[in-house]
């Protein structure tokens, strides 16, 4: 995979902050009004969970029309992992 080997870091002035990466503070502002809008009450362990869900959805926000191939094409070559207990049903009230 890639990784970063070095970074530049800056002070930026608190009013230039958005024009500053600003598809990061998008994705935090979306991110935030997912978790405040959607999962009422947070759970501490569930939170990755609620994270994947995010990027899952921003990441195929511009699919359009393929969408559906392409959810089919993840969903017959994706190998689950059921060693989380969120998929264990004896733990859903």
Same mark, same amino acid.
């Given at each position: 995979g890639e990784h970063v080997k070095? /970074?530049? #870091?800056?002070?930026?002035?608190?009013?230039d902050l958005p024009k500053m990466l600003p598809w990061v /503070?998008? #994705?935090i502002g979306n991110v935030k009004r997912l978790l405040l809008d959607t999962h009422h009450q947070l759970k501490k362990e569930y939170l990755q969970y609620y994270l994947?869900?995010?990027c899952y959805k921003f990441n195929r926000r511009y699919f359009g029309e393929k969408?559906?191939?392409?959810?089919?094409t993840v969903a017959v070559s994706y190998k689950t992992d059921f060693k989380s207990k969120i998929y264990n049903r004896m733990l859903c009230g």
């Amino acid at each position: 995979g890639e990784h970063v080997k070095s /970074h530049d #870091a800056q002070v930026v002035k608190p009013a230039d902050l958005p024009k500053m990466l600003p598809w990061v /503070h998008i #994705a935090i502002g979306n991110v935030k009004r997912l978790l405040l809008d959607t999962h009422h009450q947070l759970k501490k362990e569930y939170l990755q969970y609620y994270l994947n869900e995010f990027c899952y959805k921003f990441n195929r926000r511009y699919f359009g029309e393929k969408l559906f191939d392409r959810l089919v094409t993840v969903a017959v070559s994706y190998k689950t992992d059921f060693k989380s207990k969120i998929y264990n049903r004896m733990l859903c009230g």
